[in-house]
């Protein structure tokens, strides 16, 4: 990681924009080994925002904003699902299951950071398990792809400052 901030509550790590670009990098890297193919990026609102405008426009592929997800914009399209940490997967998961509802032929998730379950705290794994019984919604467990490990640290990325 680039810097490391001690305070007395809790650890932060300030990320560079190197960092974020050679992330993106390496994302693109693997896309085009892959040749998966994607019709449109669903950016989650707010720390995907930066992660899904910089992808899209380095892969040419229409972005579109979270709050304002269609039918016909989703429907058979294969879906790229962006977002800058994929901490409890609470985010993800409502997303996942609303684009899920409207019938893309595929999606994939994408996050800069992943942090385990396993450093997750016990009240977080409560919340998680409390939204998914209270709304019915099924766990994307993981990232198909993430750069980065999140340990027990905040990480402030560069846009956040």
Not at 10 to 16: A, G
Request: charged share 25%; hydrophobic share 40%.
């Amino acid at each position: 990681m680039d810097n490391m901030i001690n305070t007395d509550q809790r650890r932060l790590y300030k990320i560079s924009w190197k960092y974020i670009n050679q992330g993106i990098s390496e994302f693109i890297d693997f896309i085009e080994y892959t040749g998966i193919k994607f019709d449109r990026i669903v950016a989650i609102k707010r720390g995907g925002w930066i992660p899904g405008v910089m992808l899209s426009n380095k892969l040419d592929i229409p972005l579109i904003d979270s709050s304002y997800l269609e039918y016909n914009l989703i429907n058979d399209q294969n879906i790229l699902i962006v977002d800058d940490i994929f901490d409890t997967g609470c985010t993800i998961n409502i997303y996942y299951n609303i684009i899920k509802d409207m019938n893309p032929h595929d999606y994939f998730v994408y996050t800069l950071f992943y942090r385990h379950p396993v450093n997750l705290t016990r009240k977080q794994e409560k919340n998680i398990l409390k939204m998914e019984d209270k709304y019915g919604l099924r766990s994307v467990t993981i990232p198909h792809y993430r750069n980065y490990a999140a340990r027990n640290y905040w990480i402030v990325f560069p846009w956040e400052l």
